[in-house]
């Protein structure tokens, strides 16, 4: 009897393997500049820093980064569909506000001035004032927040009292 051939099938080189590829990264990063601009930033090291560190230092850089903290914290106490519907909601307001300026498409009829008679028939209109309450309840949680003096945003966020100055 014959004996049994053992073979073992090579995969084929569908590609470059991960050195031609290292070889390749490395090529298109030189080619680039980005090496160059990698090697004089570790370079420039000490320079980098201070620079860095007397732009964080000033007090406008300080607010913004703050400001922006705060911003994050405020969204990140929105439930997204209710940020959605918000944000678009301003959207449809002021494009139908934009669609009402003076001086653009002249005149429209039936927005004349309603006179005595016709805002005493707006303070019956049922419908406009169930438009109006949500924004007037708004208003009064707005100034509402302004009236309330903050120290430090942080604590007022958190609750927790800040250690320190």
Not at 4 to 12: A, D, F
Not at 31 to 46: C, I, K, P, S
Not at 118 to 135: C, E, F, N, V
Not at 140 to 151: C, I, S, Y
């Amino acid at each position: 009897m014959a004996e049994r051939i053992s073979h073992t099938v090579t995969p084929p080189n569908i590609g470059p393997d991960a050195h031609e590829e290292l070889e390749r990264l490395l090529q298109t990063l030189h080619e680039h500049g980005v090496l160059r601009f990698a090697n004089d930033l570790v370079g420039a090291n000490t320079e980098v820093a201070q620079v860095l560190v007397n732009g964080l230092g000033k007090p406008g850089t300080l607010n913004a980064i703050q400001n922006i903290s705060i911003l994050g914290m405020m969204l990140s106490r929105i439930e997204p569909s209710d940020f959605y519907r918000v944000t678009f909601a301003l959207r449809d307001a002021m494009e139908t506000i934009s669609q009402h300026q003076p001086g653009k498409d002249g005149d429209k009829e039936g927005h004349d001035a309603p006179g005595v008679t016709g805002a005493y028939k707006m303070l019956h209109d049922d419908q406009l004032w169930h438009a109006i309450l949500p924004i007037v309840d708004g208003l009064k949680a707005f100034a509402e927040r302004l009236d309330t003096p903050v120290d430090k945003p942080v604590s007022d966020y958190t609750g927790k009292p800040t250690s320190g100055p």
